[in-house]
């Protein structure tokens, strides 16, 4: 036992596999009075209250009953500097892109906005409840350092990159390949692996990288193995057709990042929408994982992701916010918003696959469930208290409910920031008052 013991009481709630539907009760682990204990930032323990109540008599308590004590929230595609670009009013994703988002990023050259945004970034993701993201920084070597000095301050599981845009963007916003290998190179060997940040190579989309700029991200994904590669596919119809005519030797739009080598199960591919046969082959074939981004294509009008075809195929999907073209931080409006989008593909999510799916499902997607998504012993203390009567409708709705799924769907869709009462990071609190 150390000063830095606390006992966390609250209704646990941690998945240990993917539900199968609404009476799988096998997948997760409830206990209603139950309690975690946690030491040096990891979870030592996690059981009923009366199992550990008297094991670490030093240490600190936090009782959060009657809420819910589950794993912190995991986004796994979001922009750093599109803080001040959400709920930007435009057309399709180009429009989109060169009238809002170029512009503003170009202002994370400067090191003190880069640090400062940083900063406000974060605060939105605790706020929120999500303890780990995947993030773009701009192409300014100075963005992901402050992306990176920021997580390291607060001690989260990160995972980023600089963007490689080296074409079809402003001036100020393009690096050439040299600058990109470079950067990248410099930027893996300062964080990948340092305390708990990850680094992911980040060639923005195959319209703003030049064939021989996707030649250095094949060599960089080869010389780095166990970094991420994340980008975006098949958003939106023009932005296929444009790909196309830019590389008109590839057999489709995932065939680009086939071509250059960068596919695999440390691949996270933003949005994959408007898939063809051949690309849903070559996601099986590698392993690498699609990104369902719902806000965002509800947002721009992209289209709706498929989840059970891919799911049908053996795919492992991500889900994210892709703020900003994603119109909220919240994986909880996300489960909302993915909800709505499953529905109009004649899908269901229910709501004990969605909290699945926002951690352990994510950590999954990530190869990282033996640090991050559950509330397993030896796992990392990142946690969140959710309190479904967080606002009076919800309270409301509350009065009727008689199930954990229903407490849980009511969450899903009537929950927001509001609804995280609490978060810690490492077992180190960050909202709500200790
Ligand atoms: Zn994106």
Redesign the pocket.
């Known amino acids: 036992m150390t000063e830095t013991d606390t006992l966390i009481r609250g209704r646990i709630l941690s998945f240990t596999a993917e539900p199968q539907g609404p009476d799988d009760t096998a997948a997760y682990r409830y206990i209603e009075d139950g309690a975690l204990l946690v030491s040096g930032g990891r979870i030592a323990a996690c059981d009923t209250w009366d199992a550990l109540k008297d094991r670490a008599p030093g240490a600190r308590l936090a009782d959060h009953r009657p809420h819910l004590v589950m794993a912190g929230f995991i986004d796994t ?1 979001i ?1 750093m500097p599109q803080t001040q670009v959400i709920a930007s009013w435009g057309a399709q994703l180009l429009d989109w892109l060169n009238t809002y988002t170029f512009p503003e990023e170009t202002r994370y050259a400067d090191p003190g906005l880069a640090a400062a945004m940083a900063r406000a970034f974060y605060d939105e993701l605790i706020r929120h409840g999500t303890t780990t993201a995947a993030a ?1 920084c701009s192409v300014h070597a100075t963005s992901a350092e402050a992306y990176f000095t920021e997580a390291e301050r607060r001690n989260m599981a990160m995972i980023g990159g600089k963007v490689m845009m080296d074409r079809n963007a402003p001036d100020g916003l393009r690096d050439t390949p040299r600058t990109s290998y470079d950067d990248t190179k410099a930027l893996i060997a300062k964080w990948h692996g340092r305390g708990r940040a990850l680094y992911a190579i980040t060639p923005r989309f195959a319209i703003t990288s030049s064939p021989e700029q996707m030649e250095m991200a094949r060599a960089l994904v080869a010389e780095h193995p166990d970094c991420y590669m994340q980008t ?1 596919l098949d958003e939106n119809h023009a932005e296929i057709a444009y790909t196309a005519e830019l590389y008109p030797d590839s057999k489709d739009y995932l065939g680009v990042y086939e071509d250059y080598g960068l596919l695999g199960p440390k691949a996270l591919l ?1 949005h994959a929408i408007h898939l063809k046969p051949r690309e849903i082959d070559v996601f099986a074939e590698t392993g690498s994982h699609p990104v369902f ?1 719902p806000t965002s294509n509800l947002f721009l009008g992209s289209g709706l992701f498929d989840d059970a075809g891919l799911r049908g195929r053996g795919l492992v999907n991500a889900i994210a916010t ?1 703020v900003g ?1 994603g119109t909220s931080y919240s994986m909880l409006t996300t489960l909302n918003e993915g909800y709505k989008v499953l529905a109009l593909n004649g899908q269901k999510l229910h709501p004990l696959r969605a909290f699945h799916w926002i951690t352990r499902g994510n950590a999954l997607a990530l190869g990282l469930e033996d640090r991050i998504g559950t509330l397993d012993p030896g796992t990392d203390a990142d946690i969140v208290v959710l309190n479904a009567r967080a606002n009076p409708a919800m309270e409301l709705r509350m009065e009727r409910a008689r199930t954990l799924s229903e407490e849980l769907f009511i969450l899903q869709i009537m929950g927001d920031d509001r609804a995280v009462e609490a978060v810690y990071v490492a077992g180190k609190r960050q909202k709500g008052s200790a």
């Open positions: 595609h922009h773009y975006h933003g981004c892709d073209g």
